[in-house]
């Protein structure tokens, strides 16, 4: 995206320093939250404050994009000493291409959907913490990519939580008072799990920050840890990534909560949130827990199906295979059925999150290294494509509600002659899900049936056979019954936002701009999967000190270690 | 509960608990103790006296203002109050991060200075960390308080 402006212009050194860069998202979303509360009585400056925010955000998501990864001279990874403690003891914030791409992602629909937002929220509650916690969940889901620490990951995770049950909560009627209910339950007990593998790791390994895990683990004799430990506390780990993601079998609290949320904040919930469930796994699985020593020997009996390793890899592709697999059907299945728009999204996430984890399950498995990196594009290229479609259906769903104060699809029919722009978006959104050339969803599709391809594994590729198919049965079904027939009552009387209709534009153009060009965008996830397969990098960039090395005096002097890593 | 061994046992318990907050919060930048524990103390306090007086007490009795019977608890004057220092607690502690930034040190750089020759405590330790510990106790408080009141209420 940012290739296409001249590379001279933009190719010297940043405006600030580049570990400053890294901190600058979480900072402002976090004044923006703070300011929106502030002026919380004055709705006009509430909205100017959290669109500032949001404008700021995007470019300082741009800035990391170009100045830390795409950028010719660009160093490929920054890290940020929160406080000035030195790694590993303080918490590190590291920005390379995984979490820059993961940004990127979010910062274009977390700006869609903000824009979104204040077209909707006044006839809501107009004195409502609606923006301040808007915030709060956009500064977990950026905390979440940008840590490098994994306590602190549990952390960032819960900020995003805390708001996310809130808004599940939003609307406060029965169902979403059920809704709520389930999910924080779920969610608490995803958040105890979690809590138990980091105390574990951290008594097995002495240490959370992650480049000093992927180090310690890399040589676990040196450092008196048993790897094998560590692979059982990760698999409770990969348990709660997947709870996030909604992979099968915790899959459960989605269609609920997805129905309860406010449609733009669910645009978020499946555009953002689910995709920290992914970037955890990737993150952790390649580059933390990659390189640990430990025998995996699990044949599937009966089958003759095997997977073997020296290195938690192998398993953790098995477990995630399965559930993908198990993901796309369930997903794909459920979404036919549904009576409402928004139900046969929720059920079509939990399918698409499967298309996600294939490739990174093949990945894991596979012995080759070309074919793992290759994996993991796919599936970066997959999760933009999910992100952008995603979200923009989401969004339409609260267009469509906007309009005709319904979203069921027995109450609606006609909508595309009533209002053609809503039916172009629309279009885009679930061709783009289907995966039509030329938008994005055709070569992330292109890429993950590439990937299967390359692996040898023909039930994978009728498995995603299959599960393209169902997108597009439920697809065109929803399109049916919604856009085309006869006008319903509700369609008939329906008023449509214009601003609204103009980020659903924008978009559906985005999805097709990404189709049209993308070789950079190609690049970009290359770079992404390579900065989480190089997990020697990660390290070197974060260069965590040993304990012995470091004069813990230095670091009581609070601001005397602060200048440098400038 | 507001019986009078209620009532009385609270006159002579609010003033320590609130004693105890505070100097768990001074000290709590190094010590065990800090914003968080002293704000959930001062809670406790306000809550002892919601049970000893009732929820109009500190509106009618402290503050000696009027108080419509049927208002919305959302709406009293005193949760406003409390709303708004979490408000600005929150606005404390993220600008006290914020700071540091200033003198080209990392978001969150904390430092000391020590007093010497100060009258009756002679030495004197002041941790800039004290600022960020204000705006968590003010973030507590309001927090709790607000959410005291307001479900008490109902």
């Not at chain 1, 920290?276 to 599937?300: E, H, K, N, Q, W």
């Not at chain 2, 003033?15 to 105890?20: G, K, Y």
């Not at chain 2, 004057?77 to 040190?105: K, M, N, Q, T, W």
Request: contains cysteine; negative net charge; glycine residues 10%.
């Amino acid at each position: 995206m940012i290739g296409s402006v001249p590379a001279t212009a933009l190719a010297a050194s940043p405006p600030v320093a580049e570990s400053q860069l890294v901190i600058a998202p979480l900072l402002i979303v976090l004044v923006a939250a703070v300011g929106s509360l502030l002026f919380g009585r004055w709705t006009r400056a509430r909205i100017g404050v959290s669109l500032l925010g949001g404008a700021a955000y995007a470019v300082a998501v741009a800035a990391i994009d170009w100045y830390i990864v795409l950028a010719p001279s660009a160093p490929g990874a920054a890290t940020y000493q929160v406080g000035g403690w030195p790694a590993p003891f303080g918490i590190t914030l590291v920005a390379d291409g995984l979490s820059a791409f993961m940004l990127t992602m979010v910062a274009i629909l977390g700006v869609a959907s903000l824009v979104f937002s204040t077209r909707v929220l006044p006839e809501i509650d107009r004195r409502s913490y609606y923006f301040p916690l808007f915030h709060f969940l956009a500064l977990g889901v950026t905390g979440a990519f940008l840590t490098g620490d994994l306590f602190n990951l549990f952390v960032w995770f819960e900020v995003m939580l805390m708001a996310s049950y809130i808004f599940v909560a939003y609307y406060g009627g029965p169902q979403h008072t059920r809704a709520a209910f389930w999910y924080v339950a779920l969610n608490l007990l995803a958040s105890a799990v979690f809590l138990l593998a980091v105390g574990g790791i951290y008594a097995t390994t002495g240490t959370l920050n992650m480049a000093d895990l992927s180090r310690r683990l890399a040589d676990p004799a040196a450092y008196g840890i048993d790897p094998r430990s560590v692979l059982g506390l990760y698999g409770l780990l990969l348990s709660v990534f997947a709870i996030k993601a909604g992979l099968v079998p915790f899959q459960f609290w989605i269609p609920t909560a997805y129905r309860a949320a406010p449609p733009q904040i669910t645009a978020l919930l499946a555009g953002a949130t689910k995709k920290v469930g992914i970037y955890a796994i990737i993150r952790l699985s390649f580059t933390v827990f990659a390189d640990a020593p430990v025998a995996v020997d699990l044949t599937v009996p009966g089958t003759g199906l095997a997977v073997a390793g020296n290195s938690p890899l192998p398993f953790v592709g098995a477990v995630l295979f399965v559930m993908a697999a198990a993901s796309i059907l369930v997903g794909g299945l459920g979404a036919v059925g549904r009576e409402s728009i928004e139900g046969v999204l929720a059920y079509s996430s939990i399918g698409q999150v499967g298309f996600i984890a294939v490739p990174v399950a093949i990945a894991a498995t596979t012995t080759s290294p070309e074919l793992r990196q290759f994996g993991i594009v796919a599936a970066l290229v997959y999760a933009l494509n999910h992100t952008l479609a995603k979200g923009l259906l989401f969004l339409a769903v609260g267009a469509v509600r906007t309009a005709t104060g319904t979203s069921s699809l027995s109450d609606l029919g006609g909508l595309a002659g009533r209002s053609p722009p809503l039916a172009i978006s629309f279009f885009v959104g679930a061709l783009a899900l289907v995966g039509i050339p030329p938008l994005s969803g055709f070569f992330g599709k292109f890429l993950v049936f590439d990937v299967a391809a390359r692996a040898e594994a023909p039930s994978v590729l009728a498995l995603l056979l299959a599960g393209s198919l169902l997108t597009i049965a439920y697809a065109t079904r929803t399109w049916n019954r919604s856009f085309w027939g006869a006008r319903t009552a509700a369609v008939e009387e329906a008023t449509t936002d214009s601003v609204q209709l103009a980020v659903l534009g924008v978009l559906a153009a985005a999805i097709i701009a990404v189709g049209v060009g993308f070789e950079p965008v190609y690049e970009f996830a290359d770079a992404a999967a390579e900065a989480a397969l190089d997990a020697d990098a990660y390290v070197d960039a974060v260069d965590p000190a040993d304990a012995s090395d470091v004069d813990l005096e230095a670091g009581g002097e609070g601001g005397e270690t602060g200048g440098e890593h400038e | 509960m507001t019986t009078v061994i209620m009532r009385t046992t609270a006159r002579v318990i609010v003033p320590i608990i609130l004693v105890v907050a505070v100097t768990l919060f001074v000290e709590g930048h190094n010590l065990p103790g800090g914003g968080f524990i002293g704000g959930v103390l001062t809670t406790t306090a306000f809550a002892v006296i919601y049970l000893a007086f009732g929820l109009d007490f500190l509106e009618r009795g402290v503050l000696g203002r009027d108080v419509e019977p049927g208002k919305e608890p959302s709406r009293d004057r005193v949760v406003v109050a409390y709303r708004r220092l979490f408000e600005y607690g929150l606005a404390i502690a993220v600008l006290s991060g914020l700071v540091p930034l200033l003198f080209d040190r990392p978001f969150l750089t904390q430092t000391f200075v020590e007093l010497e020759g100060v009258p009756i405590y002679d030495h004197v330790e002041l941790a800039s960390a004290v600022a960020f510990d204000l705006g968590v106790y003010c973030v507590v408080v309001g927090g709790l308080l607000t959410i005291l009141s307001v479900v008490g209420a109902e």
